[in-house]
């Protein structure tokens, strides 16, 4: 020092600390609890959790939403989390509420977020309407203020180290009712740091929500698809049957938390499950397939094709490759190959043919021709060519 002293690095550093110097003043931690009355709030977040589906392990996301006063807990875990998503758990959550808070506290999502953040934060238009419908507002914590969505935040370590130690669920729908339960059991539980029972927090809280409409209506999504040749609608990589009509047209989908609608028009409309997952999988129901050993109906034969395999049939297979590999119009073959049999004697025109099948010949000029050669050398024979 300037004195001449010698001094420590952590002596110096402890002095600095005590006097406050380059020091930022200690200000008091604060408290939101004036915030929470009965029916002011419910905070929802999501958090990233690995859950094991159906013998799978899914990198899924835990959506849960908690009432700040009496601390009633709801949660659900879903494969992906979007606006659609949102939406669904929101309404489940309310529902098992029987009412709606004032408001519900975000974090600064994009599923949820215009612009803006913390008190300057703007909705998307849908999710607005969808808040308004219910009967509350969107309100989002400032960034880095953590501790205003505390309520939410601190559930997700006690559902990942008890409801998921250990656990394995058949399909998504027995995880979320397995989640269900459990709510039921944990809001049920005393709470040492509440010094009270939440279901008996929530006897209190409850006539201050505001009660819900007396309709609900289904959350949805739409989505415009064209029916591929094999009659299926591809959506979130898994396909999806229609009848055989559907082919080639357009068709609306209506996706719902648990089905789809495939709608063409008002009196035609199919109806799956809906998988959550995109598994790339074939969903078929048995109606749009024709039962086995039928196959589809077969077109009619053309007359002429009808006239050659009753004068030759043995003409069967030649005339199935003519339709698939000839290079005319369909018709216009049939119509010459019936020509080639009415005209020409039977044995050098099913020699020829036997030939051109053999080599894969399908040009039925050059097939006359051979015709004609064998017709010159057994038929026209002239003097001197038995020699």
């Given amino acids: 020092?300037?004195?001449?002293?010698?001094?420590?690095?952590?002596?110096?550093?402890?002095?600095?600390?005590r006097e406050g110097i380059g020091q930022e003043p200690v200000v008091?931690?604060?408290?939101?609890?004036?915030?929470?009355e009965p029916g002011a709030e419910l905070q929802h977040d999501t958090s990233p959790h690995e859950v094991t589906v159906g013998g799978r392990k899914f990198k899924a996301q835990t959506a849960s939403a908690v009432l700040c006063y009496s601390r009633?807990?709801?949660?659900?875990?879903?494969?992906?989390?979007?606006?659609?998503?949102?939406?669904?758990?929101?309404t489940e959550a309310l529902r098992y509420l029987q009412g709606s808070p004032k408001r519900v506290m975000i974090d600064n999502t994009h599923v949820v977020v215009l612009h803006g953040t913390g008190r300057h934060m703007e909705p998307v238009p849908e999710m607005a309407a969808f808040a308004?419908?219910?009967?509350?507002?969107?309100?989002?914590?400032e960034i880095g203020d953590a501790n205003r969505s505390g309520r939410v935040e601190r559930p997700f370590h006690f559902i990942e180290n008890n409801f998921l130690a250990g656990r394995t669920f058949a399909t998504w729908q027995d995880l979320n009712s397995q989640?269900?339960?459990?709510?039921?059991?944990?809001?049920?539980?005393?709470?040492?740091?509440?010094?009270?029972?939440?279901?008996?927090?929530?006897?209190?809280?409850r006539p201050q929500l505001q009660p819900l409409p007396a309709w609900i209506p289904e959350v949805y999504r739409l989505h415009q698809r064209m029916v591929d040749v094999e009659g299926y609608v591809s959506l979130h990589s898994n396909r999806y049957s229609v009848p055989a009509s559907f082919i080639g047209r357009r068709v609306e989908v209506r996706e719902t938390r648990d089905?789809?609608?495939?709608?063409?028009?008002?009196?035609?409309?199919?109806?799956?499950?809906?998988?959550?997952?995109?598994?790339?999988?074939?969903?078929?129901?048995?109606?749009?397939?024709?039962?086995r050993g039928e196959g589809p109906c077969k077109r009619p034969l053309h007359p002429e094709e009808q006239a050659i395999l009753a004068a030759v049939p043995q003409?069967?297979?030649?005339?199935?490759?003519?339709?698939?590999?000839?290079?005319?119009?369909?018709a216009l073959l049939l119509r010459q190959l019936l020509r080639l049999v009415r005209e020409y004697p039977r044995e050098p025109f099913l020699a020829a043919l036997d030939e051109a099948a053999r080599y894969g010949l399908y040009d039925l000029d050059r097939v006359e021709r051979m015709i004609l050669r064998r017709v010159a050398r057994e038929y026209f024979l002239l003097e001197g060519d038995n020699d």
């Fill in 259 to 291: 089905h789809l609608e495939i709608e063409l028009d008002a009196r035609h409309i199919v109806r799956h499950q809906r998988i959550a997952t995109p598994d790339h999988v074939r969903v078929t129901l048995p109606e749009h397939r024709p039962p």
């Fill in 132 to 141: 308004e419908r219910l009967g509350f507002r969107f309100v989002a914590h």
């Fill in 72 to 90: 009633m807990l709801f949660f659900q875990i879903q494969p992906t989390f979007q606006r659609f998503d949102c939406k669904v758990f929101l």
């Fill in 315 to 330: 003409l069967a297979p030649y005339v199935e490759e003519l339709k698939r590999k000839g290079r005319k119009v369909i």
């Fill in 28 to 36: 008091p931690a604060g408290s939101y609890d004036h915030l929470f």
């Fill in 179 to 205: 989640a269900r339960q459990w709510c039921e059991r944990v809001n049920a539980t005393y709470k040492k740091h509440l010094r009270a029972i939440p279901r008996e927090l929530y006897a209190v809280e």
């Fill in 1 to 17: 020092m300037a004195s001449g002293a010698a001094l420590s690095y952590p002596a110096l550093t402890a002095f600095c600390r």
